[in-house]
């Protein structure tokens, strides 16, 4: 029995129909191009309401049929034939239909479609009957052209989108709603979308039909609007969120997404009813959400400052977890950035294992934005992921590194400083090689980001690349947020990068502008911290209003022990003794914390007060050494660098780990070294005081010390010797004949030079002191921590003679007067001076050290 073949499904239209309803039309003639004879009597014009000839009407039924099967059988090509064939006989609603059916062609083969010359001929038609369009045609072309999505093919067409343009907007109050959805999503999606007028003409047109709107067509239109952020009136916004709160329970999710997505990109922030009722009514639909539904969804949250219930985030990230395998790169990018808007959440674990394991996999596929965000919302959140993670990212965004913007460039960077593992140098040769022709386009807080991200990853650009971001900087300082200024401030100090002395003196009027009206605790620290490091000293004036700042932010419980600690720090290295309220202040809020800040910590707080030499605080160094030696017994003390913003070790080295020469009571040692150190200078303090804490805490104290600095001494490391002491090293030894040794460990200092007498007696210790033991701005004014350590040394009387200071300024006065003799004199008068007895001086020659 021969096979019946059903009739092809009648396609049932989004809109009505014109017209009287088509008969089902059977196959029709295969691929090939019908020969088809042309009615007897001429063809009648086109009639706009479709009241045509039966033999027009019954012509334009054939060629529609023949572009239905043509398309059917033969695809683009099949139908572009038919196109070609009979060009002059298409009408309106042929052409719509032919767009329509290639706007659907797969994107690979989208490039071949509009490339060939049928294309181009099939658009000169369009515009030849757009005249005949109707509203439906209007729309059904819109939406084909912007499915195109190709804006340099479709440049080419840009005046026959313009006329469709004006078209639509002469015949807007004549569109049904369902016409006008149609119109707003699709010119949202063509390259170039109309002008400001069009879109105040729709919304005046919108605001008389509003209420016959449905949910559909709501979302719709504050969707595409919000594509091309046009802002329309208020009370387009209000009536949009009006309507939809009353339709809200009946809309699925893309509804739900497409209408609070365009809200957010419209800056409109609902009421807090809406918004607890979108809420409601979202959270049990969230696992049936799509990737693209549950990314645009929680971005306009985050857009728009709303902070959903945690029950509601943990529903969210449930519903993400299970769909992030299906996150476009895109997706997965908004998703995380939203989590970092989110007060007081932060993911599980399983969350970013997840992340982790599906964003891998796709870490070649990310555009430039979106490793960017990436990075820089993991960062953010606090997430340190894998070393495979970060190189993966790393590498890709090396590549398109050169196609990412200003804040691009300042997230990927600010991102990759909060986490452990650190790209390959070529990573931050190539960001440098890219970012510094862009870096006069940085607003301030990207430059902050950047140079501030660059010291926190360990990375020391070169001094072209300082001294540019430091004129950019000195160009808007007065524009800088407190914390953008502290924070580049602040990088330049741990860099040892000295910006020149106009940009100090500008810094320091602007941050004196600053502290008056208020600043905050982090920025005063920060501050403290980078001019104790760049050598420089602040006003009198300034430093007391400092002090004042921090006082207040002490005693109403704004700052933290570290901070505190550093903003100390400063303050003793920086010679600035604050008065008792500050410290007895100090004193109550450390004893709080004393429990919750880490062993550097501790020793940074101990050697501050006692280089300040405040009145006797016995309690204060009785509770804090206790503290310091229930640390120092434990199995793994927690000894890391003095932070208060998160630093790690990485802070003490340089370029692609090498040591940073650092100043201000720290070295060139490892933080292990440095933190013991601190510790041993401050027990040597309390030894030149009258029984500061009891004897059998301070033996303890002192054995737990010598034991832990023996262990340090058995790990070798590098002890750097500059210039400067070589040469004044060679005058000791080889003009005056003393024996002297070099770079001497006395437990709690390196010391420069240690001279034996040929009487036998005690020796003398020479400190020649390079520039970085002086302000630059008060050159004969020595830093707080050299002034301690002559302090510390000078109260050895059982075991040095005495201690001399050899300044590299007056070192290099006596080699421009006379570089033998003068090097030579002022020796002879500062051991002389010391006690020791030269009679005989060698007038040997002393080459320039090597």
């Known amino acids: 029995m021969e096979e019946v073949r059903p009739p092809r499904e009648a396609r049932q239209p989004s809109w009505k129909p014109r017209g009287k309803s088509q008969a089902h039309v059977s196959t029709g003639p295969s691929r090939s191009t019908p020969n088809l004879q042309r009615p007897s009597n001429p063809r009648q014009p086109y009639n706009a309401d479709h009241h045509r000839p039966s033999g027009e009407w019954n012509r334009g ?69 757009m005249e005949q369009f109707s509203n439906r045609d209007i729309a059904q072309a819109a939406i084909s052209l912007a499915r195109f999505r190709d804006p340099r093919r479709m440049g080419q067409w840009q005046g026959l989108i313009r006329a469709l343009q004006d078209k639509a907007k002469m015949s807007l109050t004549e569109m049904t709603t369902k016409e006008l959805a149609m119109i707003v999503n699709a010119f949202a999606n063509l390259p170039e979308p109309p002008g400001t007028a069009y879109w105040d003409a729709f919304s005046q047109v919108f605001l008389k039909k509003a209420s016959d709107f449905d949910k559909q067509g709501l979302s719709m239109v504050i969707n595409g609007m919000s594509k091309i952020l046009y802002r329309p009136p208020p009370e387009v916004l209000h009536a949009v969120e009006a309507l939809t709160l009353d339709l809200m329970e009946t809309c699925n999710t893309q509804e739900l997404a497409n209408i609070l997505n365009g809200f957010g990109k419209l800056d409109h922030v609902p009421s807090p009813d809406y918004l607890a009722r979108f809420e409601l009514l979202s959270q049990p639909k969230l696992p049936q959400f799509q990737p693209q539904e549950l990314s645009m969804t929680f971005n306009a949250m985050s857009r728009i400052g709303y902070r959903p219930s945690d029950s509601y985030l943990q529903a ?28 007081d959440f932060v993911p599980s674990p399983a969350f970013f294992a997840e992340v982790e394991r599906c964003v891998i996999q796709k870490a070649g596929q990310h555009r430039a934005q979106e490793v960017a965000n990436t990075i820089h919302g993991l960062g953010r959140l606090g997430y340190d992921p894998s070393p495979r993670f970060v190189e993966a990212f790393a590498e890709h965004g090396k590549v398109l590194m050169d196609k990412m913007k200003t804040q691009e460039l300042g997230n990927l960077i600010n991102g990759l400083s909060k986490m452990t593992y650190r790209p390959a140098p070529a990573f931050f040769l190539r960001f440098m090689d890219v970012s510094q022709p862009k870096l006069r386009y940085f607003t301030t807080q990207e430059l902050s980001n950047v140079v501030n991200g660059l010291m926190r990853l360990g990375c020391k650009p070169d001094e072209e690349y300082l001294r540019a971001t430091v004129q950019m900087a000195a160009r808007h300082l007065s524009e800088y947020k407190e914390q953008e200024l502290a924070c580049l401030f602040h990088a330049y100090g741990r860099m040892l990068f000295f910006p020149g002395t106009g940009f100090m003196e500008a810094y320091e009027m602007e941050f004196g502008r600053r502290v008056a009206s208020g600043v905050n605790s982090q920025a005063l620290a920060m501050t403290l911290n980078a001019f104790n490091r760049l050598n420089w000293k602040p006003s009198p004036r300034l ?119 650092t100043i201000g009571g720290e070295s060139l040692e490892p933080p292990m070294v440095m933190c013991v ?114 302090r510390l040394l000078e109260g050895r009387s059982d075991r040095w003679r005495a201690v001399v200071s050899v300044s590299q300024a007056e070192w290099q006065r006596a080699k421009e007067s006379d570089s033998q003799r003068g090097r030579t004199a002022l020796l002879i008068g500062k051991l002389r001076g010391a006690g020791l007895d030269l009679e005989e001086v060698t007038e040997a020659v002393v080459d320039p050290p090597t």
């Open 316 to 343: 969210f990230e449930a519903a993400c977890i299970q769909a992030l395998p299906q996150f476009k790169t895109q997706e997965s990018a908004m998703t995380i950035n939203a989590f970092t808007k989110m007060a």
């Open 543 to 661: 430093l007391l209003e400092m002090e004042k700042s921090l006082e207040r932010a002490t005693c109403e419980g704004l700052i933290f022990g570290a901070e505190l600690a550093q903003a100390v720090n400063g303050l003793a290295n920086l010679n600035h003794t604050p008065g008792r309220s500050f410290l007895a202040a100090f004193k109550n809020v450390i004893l709080e914390q004393k429990n919750y800040v880490d062993l550097s910590t501790i020793a940074v707080i101990l050697w501050s007060l006692s280089a300040l030499d405040p009145a006797r605080m016995k309690g204060f160094y009785t509770e804090m050494v206790e503290v310091a030696c229930r640390r120092l017994e434990g199995e793994q003390p927690d000894i890391l660098p003095t932070s208060f913003s998160g630093e790690r070790s990485s802070m003490y080295y340089s370029s692609f780990n090498e040591v940073v020469p």
């Open 61 to 129: 039924k054939q060629i529609t049929s023949f572009l239905r099967n043509a398309g059917d059988e033969g695809g683009h090509h099949g139908m572009m034939e038919v196109v070609t064939s009979h060009l002059s006989e298409l009408n309106s609603v042929h052409c719509t239909m032919v767009l329509n059916r290639l706007s659907k062609t797969p994107p690979s083969e989208r490039d071949t479609v509009l490339q060939s010359s049928g294309f181009g001929t099939l658009m000169e038609r369009v515009e030849q009957v």
């Open 677 to 790: 150190r601190q510790l041993l200078q401050t027990c040597r303090y309390l030894t030149m005081l009258a029984n500061p804490i009891d004897p059998a805490l301070f033996q303890r104290f002192s054995s737990l010390l010598e034991k832990k600095w023996a262990e340090i001494q058995r790990e070798k490391y590098e002890v750097h010797t500059s210039y400067f002491h070589r040469d004044v090293l060679a005058v000791v030894t080889k003009s005056l004949g003393l024996r002297c040794d070099i770079e001497v460990e006395d437990e709690a200092y390196t010391l420069d030079m240690v001279i034996y007498p040929t009487d036998g007696g005690l020796p003398v210790v020479v400190e020649a002191d390079g520039p970085h033991h002086f302000f630059r701005n008060q050159p004969d004014e020595a830093m707080g921590f050299t002034v301690f350590k002559h």
